[in-house]
T-cell receptor, first 111, second 118 residues
Framework: GQNIDQPTEMTATEGAIVQINCTYQ??????LFWYQQHAGEAPTFLSY????GLEEKGRFSSFLSRSKGYSYLLLKELQMKDSASYLC????????????FGSGTRLQVQP | DGGITQSPKYLFRKEGQNVTLSCEQN?????MYWYRQDPGQGLRLIYY???????QKGDIAEGYSVSREKKESFPLTVTSAQKNPTAFYLC?????????????????FGAGSRLTVL
């Protein structure tokens, strides 16, 4: 089985940088995903890490350390529209190919 | 444009009734999934299917049933055996979860169906 932990809520200021952490425990690992979900809407894909290191995509970056079972999502130059929930999800190696999601981190961006 | 269509968007059910949520995709994806989301929580896997005529139980399959007779369609039935069915239901698909590479693993979600039991 898998256990994925994220902070429940975070608050940040417009224009600032925020880091959302995710720790996981899994019997096998085959990739970590970050999704953004606005209230009442479907999640949308942000980033994917399968090897250690940093993946950068515009204002968003994601980092992975497989040995530590740790990832973070970094959001730069925060905008009001970034207020949303951010979901960390892990894909196991082997038979089960569906993603297992954490409970999500609700980010509130303030003016 | 390709995508995933879920219907209905909102559904009300009386206790004891079965309801079926529709999920159709025209992305030519092999795998399809059903997740449930409760307020303030993450997504929990109900069922998934990696190929036509085959599906597997997820973490919370009790009280639900699915079928995968066509590649494009993966309907979910919420039966009267599901004791707390009020939730937001999300259908998703991916190209081929057995393949390497980001594109094969990324889930594309439908807009969701919100079920309320009266």
């Amino acid at each position: 089985g898998q256990n994925i932990d994220q902070p429940t809520e975070m608050t940040a200021t417009e224009g600032a940088i925020v880091q959302i952490n995710c720790t996981y425990q899994t019997s096998g690992f085959n990739g970590l995903f970050w999704y953004q979900q606005h209230a009442g809407e479907a999640p949308t894909f942000l980033s994917y890490n399968v090897l250690d290191g940093l993946e950068e995509k515009g204002r968003f970056s994601s980092f992975l350390s497989r040995s530590k079972g740790y990832s973070y999502l970094l959001l730069k130059e925060l905008q009001m529209k970034d207020s949303a929930s951010y979901l960390c999800a892990v894909r196991e190696a082997g038979g089960r190919r569906a993603l297992t999601f954490g409970s999500g981190t609700r980010l509130q961006v303030q003016p | 444009d390709g995508g995933i269509t879920q219907s209905p968007k909102y559904l009300f059910r009386k206790e004891g009734q079965n309801v079926t949520l529709s999920c159709e995709q025209n992305l030519n994806h092999d795998a399809m999934y059903w997740y449930r989301q409760d307020p303030g929580q993450g997504l929990r896997l109900i069922y998934y299917s990696q190929i036509v005529n085959d599906f597997q139980k997820g973490d919370i399959a009790e009280g639900y049933s699915v079928s995968r007779e066509k590649k494009e369609s993966f309907p979910l039935t919420v039966t009267s055996a599901q004791k707390n069915p009020t939730a937001f239901y999300l259908c998703a698909s991916s190209l081929d979860p057995g393949s390497a590479g980001t594109g094969a693993n990324v889930l594309t979600f439908g807009a969701g169906s919100r079920l309320t039991v009266l």
